[in-house]
């Protein structure tokens, strides 16, 4: 079993709707937790970052994490095609590097 | 401020041969991390340095190394190189320890005939 899981999709959506990822982990040592962006062919892009359970908001982003049950989500309003891409999540036990990633999820947002 | 970047941007290799990559991390961070992304295990950690020392290290073969300079900036060397190893490479930075969060560069292709 891995440590982080994510379904890798694809998750199709209608332009303007809400767009809702998660993950969930087994190793209750996680403490920092990510959520990334990734275009075809480029690298991963930091769109969130929390430490705490709870929700945490940054315009069209909130990130929600539930210690508890081990699990954390992404959603995205009013989405846009320009936000068709993998979303990938990730989370670490401690404050240096190493960090555990999901296997992502393909987010297709369709005009 | 300039991002992560990397170089090359994509290579190609045959098996048996070495590869070394390089990463310059965004100015004032000390600490650089290594990732391999294959379609079919997704991202995963190599290593990472601070302060010119390697504090973590991932589940892979001795044929990978890495090691970081006084200025920050990084390079991973694969030697022997496998069919296998084909992958994009990134490299992340970190400040230190004052914040947390990593910024990645655009990644490195390797493609090993």
């Known amino acids: 079993q891995k440590e982080v899981e994510q379904d890798p999709g694809p998750l199709s959506v209608p332009e303007g709707a809400i767009v809702s990822l998660n993950c969930t982990y087994s190793?209750?040592?996680?403490?920092?937790f990510m959520w990334y962006r990734q275009y075809s062919r480029k690298g991963p892009e930091l769109l969130m970052y929390?430490?705490?359970?709870g929700n945490k908001e940054d315009g069209r982003f909130t990130a929600q994490v539930d210690k508890s049950s081990k699990y954390i989500s992404l959603f995205i309003r009013d989405s846009q095609p320009s936000d068709s891409a993998t979303y990938l999540c990730?989370?670490?036990?401690?404050?240096?590097?190493?960090?555990?990633f999901g296997a992502g999820t393909q987010v297709v947002v369709t005009p | 401020k300039a991002g992560v970047t990397q170089t090359p941007r994509y290579l190609i290799k045959t098996r048996g041969q070495q590869v070394t990559l390089s990463c310059s991390p965004i100015?004032?961070?000390?600490?650089v991390s290594w990732y391999q992304q294959t379609p079919g295990q997704g991202l995963q950690f190599l290593f990472e340095?601070?302060?010119?020392?390697?504090?973590n290290k991932g589940n892979f073969p001795g044929r990978f190394s890495g090691r970081q300079f006084s200025n920050s900036r990084s390079e991973m060397n694969v030697s022997t190189l496998e069919l296998g190893d084909s992958a994009l490479y990134l490299c992340?930075?970190?400040?230190?320890?004052?914040?947390?969060?990593?910024?990645f560069g655009p990644g490195t292709r390797l493609t090993v005939l």
């Open positions: 990730a989370m670490k036990t401690d404050s240096w590097g190493k960090l555990q």
């Open positions: 190793n209750s040592a996680f403490q920092y």
């Open positions: 929390t430490y705490s359970s």
């Open positions: 100015s004032g961070h000390r600490s």
């Open positions: 340095y601070f302060s010119e020392t390697q504090r």
């Open positions: 992340a930075s970190q400040p230190g320890l004052v914040t947390d969060t990593q910024y």
